[in-house]
DNA sequence: GCGGTAAGGGAAAACCTTTTCCCAACTCAG
DNA sequence: CTGAGTTGGGAAAAGGTTTTCCCTTACCGC
């Protein structure tokens, strides 16, 4: 209203302490510190008349002097070595929200490969007292380049190879790949090819095994998953191996790839060769990769790991281990969900 | 080597303090502090014991102590509205190493496009006392949803609108379309045509304004630029209008796209026609999204906005402003590069 | 009017470190 | 031997909050 307003609490140069909101009140920092907490006894009046002493000037009370006494910050650290990868990153927002919703923060720690860097950091943060530590990464099949096994905080590993004797949350990529199969099944294909990333990763062989599970459970022929690359060229390229032979003979009807980038390039080069998606040969791809997904012609059907689902998951477990409550150790799988689009087509009654 | 060596400092179940590290060492906590830190007189020897008691103890300073005696807490908040979108992560990579490279921890907060959830974390950060805050989003045209105009810590704006008077840091588009189009005029193509995203976007007009210049200085006809999506589709779309009239007089032979999804539409469409790249059309593309610019054929050269640097750079702004350093408010405008891959061809003469 | 109890509120310790000021002892010149 | 200056080190306050324990006052029943 008028130009001599109180100015917002929080441009206040020098932030208001809870002794001078004592001193206003005419109380004591004990008396000012229990009516503001709900502690101690007072009268109504006495409490209210020292909340409103607080709202005035603006007070807020410094995180710091409390997390000292008390012995919890409301700080936890998240600790990556894949900042920034697509796969981290809807992980560190479900991790991010579940805890700010908690009132804690998050200090973002990007360790790379780097076991000094991944040193320094956990080193930091437990200077800095946080409550615990969430540790993610790239792949679910490596540890990160640092030691969290004996630290005075409780740890839980996300999407990344925990320690043993640790809480562990992952996807479960099994069960990723078999929703898709299934789906194929459902739908009347019968030639089902796998095409997959490197060997080198667990989850190829995690996935390509339920693929060959779920074949045999249906008593459909299985073939030799395809593994190569995570990348579009490499789509192409097995493409051409399965699709070479002249005459459509023993050509699969659908394809299951182990992501979304290899999916791409199996729907262009089917395209390339005249061979229509979904009509003639279904595509399912991996990850959801939203962007990909929605890119190829027709949108592609893909499994969705629930990556920012774990990421909460993983920061309300962290939550409970640090409020005490003991958390079973072990590694826990999160179901994948199908995102159907349009490269399977639509079931043979439908 | 013997089992009962001392266990790894960092394991110990209550941290050790400066007081136990006194008594152990036989002085006061004040000359402790004073060994540690290289402050106060004492003789060589017992600065060394003090020390090598500390090292033996596994002593770590606690922050939180710290930071509520000196005025400063070697933390500062990362404030975003686009966690996790492509822009965002490079530019995030960048402050995260300039800071640390510093000893200062980085809180991420995801404001969405929530005002109260703003206000919320921007209110967390100042209780723990951050040093300094860095605003990030994933339009350089639009504010945050959040007011920082009165804060009472520096505030440094990376890829997202600053406040008037305040210090901010965003990419050069103008210079970066220059950087394209030049690239163009070298190789000798004479008609090159622009395609870029929606005409709400202030980077659309000034990539768009910086192309017509470089034509015009170069005496080279100038079209209009197609404005669209930011998608693949468009890209598609738009070489459907350029290219659509029968025979190739008045084709363009070079296509100038607003980012790289739409340059992966035009090189998609173009090999569809049968027009061949970068033989026939040249392309380049924006953002230097390399999963996306590698996995065109052929492989596309773009224009990459330096986010990281971009982020380093505005990491190292907070720290000197945070040091008093005053630093020159507006808006400055760091420089793109041209990744040149294979979608250009090779000069005439080379 | 008196003893007991409950209510309302305050003093002070605690958390851990840094920094200022001070004191004791030693050295050295005169 | 005395006074000044230097050296080595400690006591205590400060930073802002929480919490335990204690004190004062009022009220109640008898």
């Known amino acids: 209203m008028s130009a001599d307003a109180e100015p917002a609490p929080v441009s206040a140069k020098p932030p208001v302490t809870l002794r001078e909101v004592a001193a206003a009140a005419g109380v004591s920092v004990a008396t000012a510190s229990k009516a503001l907490n709900g502690q101690g006894r007072m009268t ?3 409490r209210e008349r020292i909340r409103e002493t607080a709202r005035l000037l603006g007070f807020r009370p410094n995180s710091l002097a409390q997390s000292l006494l008390r012995k919890r910050s409301f700080t936890v650290g998240l600790l990556t070595n894949d900042t920034y990868g697509r796969f981290s990153l809807p992980l560190m927002a479900g991790v991010s929200d579940a805890l700010v919703d908690n009132g804690v923060s998050v200090f973002l720690c990007n360790v790379e490969d780097d076991t000094r860097l991944g040193q320094l950091h956990v080193e930091a943060m437990l200077d800095k007292r946080v409550d615990g530590i969430i540790a993610t990464g ?8 640092v030691d969290l096994s004996n630290l005075r905080v409780p740890v839980v590993y996300a999407f990344t190879q925990p320690d043993p004797g640790a809480v562990g949350l992952v996807s479960d990529d099994a069960g990723g790949a078999r929703l898709a199969v299934e789906h194929f099944v459902r739908l009347g294909r019968r030639r089902i090819a796998h095409i997959s990333g490197p060997e080198s990763f667990a ?8 693929y060959r599970d779920v074949l045999e459970e249906h008593g459909l022929p299985t073939a030799e998953p395809l593994l190569g690359a995570w990348s579009e060229a490499w789509g192409h390229e097995a493409v051409a191996r399965l699709f070479g032979k002249a005459g459509r003979v023993g050509w699969p009807d659908a394809v299951f790839c182990g992501n979304d980038q290899i999916a791409r390039g199996v729907i262009d080069a089917l395209r390339e060769r005249g061979i229509r998606v979904p009509d003639d040969v279904g595509v399912i791809g991996f990850d959801n990769w939203e962007i990909v997904a929605e ?11 629930n990556l920012s689902t774990l990421g909460r998951e993983a920061g309300l477990a962290l939550l409970s281990l640090v409020g005490g409550q003991p958390a079973a150790p072990g590694i826990r799988k999160l179901p994948c969900r199908l995102v159907v689009r349009q490269s399977c087509g639509r079931p043979p009654g439908g």
Chains 1, 2 share one sequence.
Do not use: F
């Open 44 to 46: 109504a009046e006495t």
């Open 203 to 210: 989850v190829v062989h995690a996935r390509a095994q339920a």
């Open 295 to 305: 890119a190829t012609r027709p949108p592609l059907t893909s499994v969705d790991m």
């Open 138 to 145: 790239k792949r679910i099949d490596r540890h990160l380049p």
